[in-house]
């Protein structure tokens, strides 16, 4: 059994999203005499208040989520994107190049002493019970049928900068799921730092994980 934490990783966006998005809006109003070397962050900020967030969609990023099912289910309800993610109907973790064990992603840390002993004990017995149905003949798409929420997965997912804004608002909240958090407030720091103007306004000010252990 190996036991990792959550982790999030920026795979690809475009440099600049103010700039593209500045000049994808002020082709709405045929304003591109207005443009200059400083004017992009002063639109966005403009058409925030002004509620035309469509030309925001023209921006997109691609992000890896290494997280547990229960957090890549939330995930996966954000519906404006494109999902990629580890199949646990294929992925057979008897295999070698899985190490032949069952990785899980740290609950622990949100845990006291007492219930983080249940937890391993619990994914324990969930690893001995897949590896038994593969060696009695099961396939993979039936002996995942017994692994938990905990399991560690991997999702790519590419959305549009409206769409990551919405993540963000409903992720990043002090009201989101402390694992969601774990991976979601990390991102959008990351994000306040890449485009102030789109990110700087949406999640929790502070957005630190929040850890109950």
């Not at 475009?14 to 591109?32: D, V």
């Not at 992009?40 to 992000?63: N, Q, W």
């Not at 324990?124 to 798409?141: H, N, R, T, W």
């Not at 306004?201 to 957005?207: E, K, L, N």
């Amino acid at each position: 059994m190996r036991v990792i934490p959550a982790s999030v990783q920026i795979m690809q966006y475009a440099a600049y999203p103010e700039k593209l998005i500045e000049e994808a809006g002020r082709t709405c109003y045929k304003s591109e005499e207005k443009i200059t070397e400083t004017s992009a962050d002063e639109f966005v900020e403009k058409i925030k208040r002004l509620g035309h967030e469509s030309v925001i969609e023209h921006g997109m990023m691609t992000v890896r989520f290494i997280v547990d099912r229960g957090v890549s289910h939330e995930i996966v309800r954000h519906r404006l994107a494109s999902y990629s993610q580890e199949s646990t109907r294929y992925c057979n973790y008897s295999q070698d190049k899985f190490g032949r064990e069952i990785t899980f992603i740290d609950l622990r840390p949100f845990l006291d002493a007492a219930a983080a002993k249940h937890w391993e004990y619990a994914c324990a017995m969930a690893e001995s019970s897949y590896f038994e149905l593969i060696d009695v003949g099961c396939k993979p798409q039936i002996a995942r049928s017994v692994l938990p929420n905990s399991l560690k997965t991997e999702i790519v997912m590419s959305a549009n900068w409206r769409e990551w804004r919405h993540f963000f608002k409903l992720r990043a909240s002090p009201k989101a799921h402390p694992q969601m958090r774990e991976v979601a407030c990390p991102l959008l720091r990351q994000m306040r730092e890449i485009s102030p103007a789109l990110f700087g306004d949406v999640g929790d000010p502070d957005c630190e994980e929040q850890y109950h252990g």
